[in-house]
């Protein structure tokens, strides 16, 4: 006896298909990165121990007083160091904190910048951020890596326009590419919406609870650098329109633009 079996019937030809990955490609490709330099501690710890020398940024490095004590990396240490510290993590629990908040905010500034923009704009807050580090940690030889300072920018950046009707935060959304793509408020009018001052409130809350604190996050007790996040997010904050692509909101829009709580 036979049995018939049917085939499904086919999607004509221009039927849009549901992505596999709906994070946008510039994103991944930076999580694939930090997922791949994180296989470093896999190799002897000798190999470990000098990566971070070389690559973590090191405030002891720019003591004027030590101008004698040498480093692995030399001079261009000094320079790399404000970014490749950002590409390192402690461990996969640092390393899944920091993706967690990327996907909302990250995946919404990736969208709206494209990946050049998103790439420069990741390396200048994460800067900013060891700047921060450094200005309030002299002579320190403790290395600081992680992303933290670089995910600190992306959400200040994005709650510009994540809080504008239609955007990712707010009441009436659209589809990721369009939420991610409405127009910003200025960094004048997002400091007199309530819900953008109310974010702020909490996410220096918790920064600064952290610092007074000194509480320690990992299996290892490593400490949180909340300067280094400070600087990141004020950079993201101040630094969004340089790299915006997306036309300003015109000023006399009704209120700004957002949805009222």
């Known amino acids: 006896m036979e049995s018939k079996f049917e085939s499904p019937p086919e999607l004509p030809p221009d039927t849009p298909r549901e992505p596999i990955l709906t994070l946008p490609g510039a994103l991944t490709a930076y999580v694939a990165?930090?997922?791949?330099?994180?296989?470093?501690?896999?190799?002897?710890?000798?190999?470990?121990n000098w990566t971070v020398q070389v690559f973590g940024f090191i405030p002891q490095h720019y003591a004027s007083t030590?101008?004698?004590?040498?480093?692995?990396?030399?001079?261009?240490?000094?320079?790399?160091?404000?970014?490749?510290?950002?590409?390192?993590?402690?461990?996969?629990?640092h390393i899944g904190f920091n993706v967690l908040w990327l996907l909302p905010f990250?995946?919404?500034?990736?969208r709206r910048f494209g990946a050049v923009r998103f790439f420069l704009f990741m390396a200048v807050t994460a800067a900013a951020g060891a700047l921060a580090?450094?200005?309030?940690?002299?002579?320190?030889?403790?290395?600081?890596?992680?992303a933290s300072a670089s995910v600190s920018g992306t959400m200040a950046a994005a709650i510009r326009f994540a809080f504008?009707?239609?955007?990712?935060l707010s009441f009436s959304r659209g589809d990721a590419d369009a939420a991610a793509k409405v127009p910003a408020l200025s960094l004048a009018r997002a400091?007199?919406?309530?819900?953008?001052?109310?974010f702020l409130a909490v996410w220096f809350?918790?920064?600064?609870?952290?610092?007074?604190?000194?509480?320690?996050?990992?299996?290892?007790?490593?400490?949180?650098?909340?300067?280094?996040?400070?600087?990141g997010f004020l950079a993201g904050l101040m630094l969004f329109s340089l790299f915006d692509p997306v036309p300003r909101a015109a000023e006399h829009a009704s209120r700004d633009g957002s949805d009222q709580v």
């Open 133 to 146: 580090h450094l200005l309030t940690h002299e002579n320190d030889p403790v290395a600081m890596i992680g």
């Open 106 to 110: 990250g995946s919404a500034l990736a």
């Open 191 to 198: 400091l007199r919406n309530g819900r953008v001052l109310g």
């Open 164 to 168: 504008v009707r239609g955007s990712f």
């Open 205 to 231: 809350g918790v920064n600064i609870i952290f610092g007074i604190g000194s509480i320690a996050i990992g299996a290892d007790g490593a400490s949180v650098a909340w300067q280094a996040h400070i600087g």
């Open 33 to 48: 990165l930090i997922a791949v330099i994180h296989l470093r501690v896999l190799l002897p710890l000798e190999f470990e």
């Open 66 to 93: 030590l101008l004698d004590v040498t480093y692995p990396g030399g001079a261009g240490a000094k320079v790399w160091t404000f970014v490749t510290y950002s590409l390192l993590h402690a461990n996969l629990s």
